[in-house]
């Protein structure tokens, strides 16, 4: 299996710019699963190649996607910073999505369709990197990628969340590259707990340093937002993506950080009632032409992680038998987890990738399917 993820992650380095001299291609959710990927490719082969590789991405996101687009009259970090103040903290400014269009002009009306391909910041892309660079600083033991993810973690909270009109706090779902104006106000589903999950995970693992920032005061207020928000989806990648939490909540739970028992329930409940919804129609009946392969793929790495999650639950039972229902989900969830190898065969037949649904997401559909075959380099804190 080794080969398979090494011969395709090794094709995407190559296509976008990161191991040739082709132009980088720099695509801000695709290259957090890549960074994963090398990353793991290196934890378990002990190739340096790899570990230079991740060394490379992380610069070139930073340094393309953390300044202003070629085509933008704006030059420079886009946190504003001096070029050396840039490079000691690149994330500051936040990071853009990648698209292949510049962000909307204050002055261009809306369009719900072209807003999809125009620049500028997603939050649940930032948290993405958040993670990955999280993961990079304990594989690598670089602690400066964790600073830059907490320093990212700031700036993103600072500008999508804000007050509404009766007190409460909310969230935008897309910021303009500058994070001065919302380009789509309206707030993405889970966009609250990823962040609130996130948060957490790079408080636990930042050193008990008063230099360092702090993310208590984030985590207070992006908390009370997803307090009541309905996390049931019927996105397969929706649905991965409750179980990956579940598994991240699960494991701060097992280092002593705290007891979340009551949101470890609510994602496991959530996750199977989205699980048996989706699956009621039956949509691996479908050919290739008709299928999303990254979000499908996006099901099967959180099948993956429920299966991590299952087993931590029978290794430490005295943290979570209090509730017997999360034991109960836990089992049911897992009765699916064969389904994850069903769609990683499905995507690694060459006749599958042959169709324009795999070619026109190329870069984020390879990475993935990377991810789903060797998971432990995403999965978990």
Partial sequence: MISSVKEMIDYFAYLTGISSNRRPARYLWTDSFALCNFLEIYRLTGDEEYRRLASILIDQVHHILGRYREDDPRKGWISGLEEEEGERHPTRGGLRIGKRLPERRPDEPFDELLEWERDGQYYHYLTKWMHALCKASRVMEIPTYLLWAIELAKAAHEAFIYRLPDGRKGMYWKMSTDLRRPLVPFMGQHDPLDGYVT???????APSDPGWPDLRAEIDEIGAILAGIELTTPDPLGIGELLCNAYKVAELQSMGYWDRTDLLKNLLGSAQMSLRAYLRGNPMRYP??????FREIG??????SAEKLTRLMMEKPELFDKEPVLRRWAVNISQYIPLARNIEEFWLKPENRGHRSWIEYLEINMV?????LIPDGYLGI
Avoid: E, K, P, V
């Fill in 368 to 372: 993935m399917l990377c991810t789903s």
């Fill in 199 to 205: 948060y957490n995970q790079l408080q636990a693992l």
């Fill in 299 to 304: 099901l099967a790495i959180g099948l993956h």
């Fill in 288 to 293: 290739a032409d008709q299928r999303l392969a």
